[in-house]
Nanobody
């Protein structure tokens, strides 16, 4: 089992930045690819970004490419999502997820462990 706890959400104006963190505990963090997803009210949970087990490979949704950066610190059992140039359409609950594999995936069904989510609200 892997337990995940997100933090760092909040209210920010359009054009601003936030950094989300996801602290993991339980099994060996470095054995898992990690992902960030988000869910806006009335919408499906969607893929945002993912990172391979050692951080050497990252992948982004087109909607966030060039604005968001995913990274991880395996010594601290933490994955991050740096979000810059935020837009109102980025407003959602953001979830981190762990995949029982070294390699990334974009389908939420491929991730076995989920955090409780953190709210990000971007005002216009």
């Amino acid at each position: 089992q892997v337990q995940l706890v997100e933090s760092g959400g909040g209210l920010v104006q359009a054009g601003g930045s936030l950094r989300l963190s996801c602290a993991a505990s339980g099994r060996t963090f470095s054995n898992y690819a990690m992902g960030w997803f988000r869910q806006a009210p009335g919408k499906e949970r969607e893929f945002v970004a993912a990172i391979s087990y050692r951080g050497g490979y990252t992948y982004y949704a087109d909607s966030v490419k060039g604005r968001f950066t995913i990274s991880r610190d395996n010594a601290k059992n933490t994955v991050y999502l740096q979000m810059n140039n935020l837009k109102p359409e980025d407003t959602a609950v953001y979830y981190c997820a762990a995949r029982d594999s070294y390699w990334v995936a974009t389908d939420k069904a491929d991730y076995a462990y989920w955090g409780q989510g953190t709210q990000v609200t971007v005002s216009s």
